[in-house]
């Protein structure tokens, strides 16, 4: 009977060895911790994260990201609502230094 098991585990093994390395950010990197999918545009499955809101400035002309400077005004197309209430920074190869793909913004609170 144990000889029947071997082939099934030499499978699994290998299985759950690749989801041991894997997070669950890299899982489901084209999800917001929220549950929200990114867009495929935005996210390339690794662009995007949520940021805290001193990541982001509010200015009259739209919004800065203050780790690069780059300022995405009201009427840019990167600029999307955020379906869970919080920052999302889409930016290239996901890094704090390159450009915005796309900006999920909060409502308003006024």
Not at 26 to 45: I, M, R, V, W
Not at 47 to 75: F, L, W
């Amino acid at each position: 009977m144990t000889h029947c098991l071997l082939p099934r585990m030499a499978l699994a093994i290998p299985a759950l060895t690749l989801f041991s390395f894997a997070s669950p950010s890299t899982l489901l990197a084209h999800e917001a911790a929220s549950g929200f999918k990114y867009p495929l545009e935005c996210c390339s499955n690794h662009d995007c994260r949520q940021v805290s809101d001193a990541a982001v400035t509010e200015r009259t002309d739209g919004y800065v990201i203050q780790a690069t400077g780059e300022r995405v005004q009201y009427t840019d197309p990167r600029l999307r609502d955020s379906p869970d209430g919080v920052y999302h920074w889409c930016s290239a190869q996901g890094a704090g230094n390159t450009r915005t793909i796309c900006l999920f913004v909060p409502p308003h609170s006024f």
